[in-house]
């Protein structure tokens, strides 16, 4: 694969070109890996050798088996994010399993239920271990599915690098109560580079970064939104800006019109974070661009439960009653008792008000949810959602699995000063 050196992470990028891991049995390695950054090497943390780690891919149904290997010589544990898998295997320090300690190894085991997009990640001092490149890509792909020419994977991704170009690690998430930890660095890393004019693409859209949202505009690409965390739209959508808080996702089914560039618009912002050049010519599909077959999820009806989960602290905000700079519902950090206990099978309704100075994304585990519009009606199913500064949300769910499920905020930084709680099932 050819790089192209204008992208600030072009040996990230590189990295994405290993292979996919299709195999059913699988080791991951956490370990210390040296990226060339801005044109200095960088030591990060990577799967495999490589910051990201490999792309996994699976097919809807099969069995899993990954074993990892803890080569660092600190913790490691491996959270499947968006995935629904058993409440043992969902890599929580705590909640679900011990910390995997150096020299150690634990085996993963579980079934992938639903097609789509989602990604793995540290979950061990995760604000630290992903801002320093312990994440990748979770494939699933349908039984059947939608015809492309080019199925590939976008992970937009910022560093914060110090005066000496190096990861910044004076960075503490208890000193920032304001957007967190966001680079001064951004990029897409991009699986290729190059597409043909006509080409039929999904792009798989991941923000693994730890606290940065972005509004990801296209241009080059016609086509329709037909995921969004994994799960298929019912209606697809005209491909407009994507908003992407950590960990949300955004599956784009479009054809090539030209050169593809992908630009962050938040904010008022206008950086490239990366582009694809043009090398030929096809003739286009002019097959419609289908909806995806949904994942098997129960309609939620009238709530068993009703809660509100208030989000609290940070610069400018009212005080709290938690011990961190954020607080859910008077609590920082998970409290003794689960914010929800539900039995299996029961519907929840949490109505989630922002009642900071900045947005938060909040995201349970385990269970895909709905979001509920200001109306009532169900929205689209997500495992992550983004509250504007001074929004309610309301979210419902069936919950079908059980466990002890983590909710938290995704910006990892207030994540690791307060902002989680946790949900049973029982
Ligand atoms: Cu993506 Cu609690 O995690
Ligand atoms: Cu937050």
Redesign the pocket.
Known sequence: MKVKRRQALSLLAACMATPALGASRITLRPEKVVTQVAGRRLPMLGFNGGAPGPQLRFRQGDTAQIRLDNTLDDGALV?W??LRVPNRMDG?NVLTQDVVIPGESFDYLFDVPDAGTF?Y?S?YL?YEQVSRGLFGAFIVEERNPPAVDQDMTVQLFDLLLDADGQHDDSFDPARFATEGRLGNIKTAILSRNSVQQGDRLRLRIINPSVDRIYRLSVTGLEGQIVALDGMPLEAPQALGPMMLA??QRCDVIADVTGPVTLRDTYGGADDVLGQLTVTGTRSPSDAPIPALPPNRTARPGTPDHTTKLVLQGGAGAPAHRGTGTWALNDVSGLPRRPLIAAKRNQTVRIDIENRTGFPHVM?L?GNHFHELDTSGNLGPLRD?TLLAVGETRAITAVLDNPGAW?L?C?MLSH?ADGM?TWISVS
């Open positions: 959270h994010h968006g929580v990604w990640h979950h995760s950590p960990g995201h585990h992550s983590m938290h995704h994540q989680a």
